[in-house]
């Protein structure tokens, strides 16, 4: 019989098999038909195991969320607009984190629509997303998961030498990531000719201005500000000056993401050659 390391390697999706985290014990549910049915118990103890577990967790999951559509408590608020609930779609790095907060959204999600919603979900709620100029939320990446040096997502797969890594290599490393490297048209857009994009979508660079924004379109149970939730901070000068690189190297680092992400830069208005 295969180790307990083999078998959570070889279960790569929902058909082979899944694992459920239950108290403290990680249950690994096996159905691969060349291998008879069985459970394998594997104590808490061992922390690559549950890395390992719970990303087949997750996949179970997604495949469960694909099957019923609808939108997740990550995208549900508390308001109605014109007749309609309202939902968020929290695009990474744009201020979602204040967002959720302020619409008591109930958990963080960053699902794009498309993969929760289907066409009717989407046309018969008011849906509301935020976007960055793109430069500058890739530097609020870096400046949060490298420069803050805290333990999160890439470190606790890749290790804490991510937190040595310099703009260019942090570049390499989350480049072939989805999570990191989607266009930020996957989170306001829909494959809808009736509404293909999200009735609001608010632009952090005028993040001062949303409570009046969001009341200007009808949302007025709103606070009187918006909470600052997360690391994400308006565009200054000195957040690029944080990258220790000289203007030429700032110059060719702009270049990677402008070619990465120049559908962005051209849907959302944003100019090519700036910095924020």
Known sequence: MDSVWDLLLQIDDWRNGFVCLFKCHIFVFDFRPEISSEMVMVPLKQPTLIWHAKRQFHVVQKFLGGAFKGPTSGMRTNLNLNGKPVIFIHNPRTGGRSLEYLFKVRRLSHSFPSAKLTEEHWLSHYVISSVRHPFDRYVSW???????????????????????????????????????????????????????????????????????????????????????????????????????????????????IEEHFASDYVHFGYKFGTLY
Request: charged share 30%; hydrophobic share 35%.
């Open 142 to 256: 870096y400046l949060g998961l490298v420069k803050n040096r805290k333990r999160n997502s890439l470190s606790k797969k890749h290790g804490d030498g991510i937190f040595e890594l310099d703009p260019f290599e942090f570049w390499d490393l989350i480049q072939p990531l989805d999570e990191f490297s989607s266009l930020q048209q996957n989170w306001t857009t829909f494959p809808s000719s009736e509404k293909p994009q999200a009735d609001l979508v608010l632009r952090f660079e005028e993040i001062s201005k949303w409570v009046g924004i969001l009341r200007d379109a009808g949302l007025i149970d709103l606070g009187e500000s918006l909470p600052h939730i997360g690391l994400s901070t308006p565009a200054k000068k000195n957040n690029v000056e944080t990258l220790n690189l000289k203007d030429s190297e700032v110059d060719s680092l702009r270049a990677k």
